[in-house]
């Protein structure tokens, strides 16, 4: 298990995640389509990445 993974499954079946420092967002992406996770906050200080998530999230059909 890669550490995306296992950071996911450690919120499995949570109501809501906060992703501080998130990156790309693939922690909440994975958490959501795999551990039932229901809402997720993406948070960053740099918009570069902030870009990405949401882009990300868009991806996955997770935006709302």
Do not use: T
């Amino acid at each position: 298990m890669n550490r995306i993974d296992l950071i996911a499954s450690l919120c499995n079946n949570s109501e809501v995640i906060c992703d501080i420092g998130c990156d790309h967002a693939q922690v909440i992406v994975k958490a959501i389509k795999n551990y039932g996770v229901k809402f997720g906050y993406a948070c960053d200080i740099s918009e570069g990445p902030l870009k990405q998530a949401a882009i990300n999230i868009c991806n996955h059909n997770l935006k709302d």
